[in-house]
């Protein structure tokens, strides 16, 4: 008879070889570690670098200052860079990708922790995009400071900053935008369905000083139909409705991790469709992925997108709601 090789022993309770599944301690949890403080002061960092839209000098500073500070936290960043033709034409784009320390890229990663790092492109305006670009990407980097604390849950997870998220015309389209999830999501598909990541958090406009997050956790019914065509085809096309089935429990483990901090009066679903850089990542590599965003922001892609229009103390929320969710519900992998 043969012995069961080590590493096949953990099959059904680790990401990885010798990796145990993860336990949640209540009496010393992620989420209360994190700081908006921290957070804001990246969301000033990257505002100071002033207009930052895909393929732009001022994105590239934005880039090697991510790359940076989530270097000193001892994680490992990869570019991953393409070009795309776009209504101002040829535009080179280079997602961020980070995972914690240098083997974590030998092996697989249970979920996702996302933000766009691009802001819209105005002709006219000067847009530094404080909430919309800004927010996200200060907390992202704050979150990888706290998981850094814990490396059995940041060995876990990969950190993506998309570029591109932005139209180059007024609104995202078919052809126009979500470029960076896009490609990221094409990437994921080529890669065999028990290697992908199990679950996804985006995080986007989440600074606003009064904040209401409504996650976006519905997929558009034209998606839903373009796969089905798709199907019909004979292409090869997700597991829409297990993806829809997963989105269901992610929306609610988000209400009951809010509940548990208090701060259930900031968080809520959405009931409609919001069109996002969880879309690609859904529909397209069929990782079942939430969507954190207070569209409810009268600056949105307006001059007074500013600093002084979100707060520290916003971010802390979404953060602390982010990582209690991660932590207690999606990281243990019970559902």
């Known amino acids: 008879m043969k012995r069961l090789a080590p590493c096949l022993l953990f099959v059904l309770l680790s990401t990885g070889c010798g990796e145990p599944a993860y336990r949640f301690e209540s009496a010393d949890p992620l989420d209360a570690k994190v700081s908006g403080e921290k957070a804001f002061s990246h969301v000033a960092a990257l505002v100071d670098f002033g207009p930052r839209p895909a393929g732009s000098e001022a994105l590239e500073h934005s880039r090697q200052y991510l790359e940076k500070e989530l270097a000193a936290l001892k994680w490992s960043v990869r570019r991953q860079t393409f070009t795309e033709k776009t209504p101002v034409g040829e535009v080179e784009f280079t997602n961020l990708r980070a995972r914690f320390g240098e083997e974590a890229w030998e092996t697989t990663v249970e979920g996702l922790l996302c933000s766009h790092y691009d802001t819209k492109r105005y002709e006219q305006i000067e847009f530094v995009g404080a909430n919309d670009g800004g927010s996200s990407t200060g907390l992202l980097v704050e979150l990888a400071r706290v998981l850094s604390e814990r490396p059995e849950a940041a ?115 959405s009931p409609d469709y919001i069109i996002d850089d969880h879309i690609p990542l859904n529909v397209v590599s069929g990782i079942p992925t939430i969507d954190l965003i207070d569209f409810e922001f009268p600056p949105w892609h307006t001059p007074g997108d500013t600093l002084d229009k979100i707060s520290a103390e916003s971010l802390e929320i979404t953060g602390r709601v982010t990582l209690r969710l991660v932590e207690k519900y999606l990281l243990p992998g019970d559902w």
């Open 155 to 269: 060995r876990r997870i990969e950190l993506v900053f998309f570029d591109g998220e932005e139209a180059f015309g007024t609104n995202i389209t078919a052809r126009d935008g979500l470029y960076g999830s896009k490609h990221y999501a094409g990437e994921w598909l080529l890669q065999p369905e028990a290697e992908r990541p199990r679950w996804g958090v985006l995080l986007d406009m989440v600074g606003d000083a009064d904040l209401n997050i409504r996650a976006a956790v519905r997929v558009p019914r034209q998606s839903i139909r373009d796969l089905a065509k798709a199907k019909e085809d004979g292409s090869y096309v997700v597991d829409i409705e297990k993806v829809e089935e997963s989105l269901q429990f992610l929306s609610r483990y988000l209400l009951d991790a809010a509940g548990e901090l208090d701060l259930r009066s900031h968080i809520g679903v």
